[in-house]
Nanobody, 116 residues
Framework: QVQLVESGGGLVQPGGSLRLSCAASGFTFSMYTMSWYRQAPGKEREVVAAIDSNGGTIYVDSVKGRFTISRDNAKNTVYLQMNSLKPEDTAVYYC??????????WGQGTQVTVSS
């Protein structure tokens, strides 16, 4: 059974940091591109960052220099280190696993709220 379980969300003040984790099971984690998406109220879900099976990374412009995606294949876990958080980063953050010619998997999401 495939599972993606996000954790690490919460309430943080502007300028603060959070580290999200996504623990995967039920598929060959190391072969998948792992991504973090977010969805704010009333907005479409958008990709935040992704890391492929070779460790290559991409980021949406709005988080470059503030967020870092990483993966630990030994722990089947992908991380999103979020620094210098802004109120506009408030959203539900989702983990996604994708691979060509394979089903795509999503986690249930974790809420991140940036507010003073």
């Amino acid at each position: 059974q495939v599972q993606l379980v996000e954790s690490g969300g919460g309430l943080v003040q502007p300028g603060g940091s959070l580290r999200l984790s996504c623990a995967a099971s039920g598929f060959t984690f190391s072969m998948y591109t792992m991504s973090w998406y977010r969805q704010a109220p009333g907005k479409e879900r958008e990709v935040v960052a992704a890391i492929d099976s070779n460790g290559g990374t991409i980021y949406v412009d709005s988080v470059k220099g503030r967020f870092t995606i990483s993966r630990d294949n030994a722990k089947n876990t992908v991380y999103l280190q979020m620094n210098s958080l802004k109120p506009e980063d408030t959203a539900v953050y989702y983990c996604k696993a994708a691979r060509v010619a394979r089903p795509t998997y999503w986690g249930q999401g974790t809420q991140v709220t940036v507010s003073s």
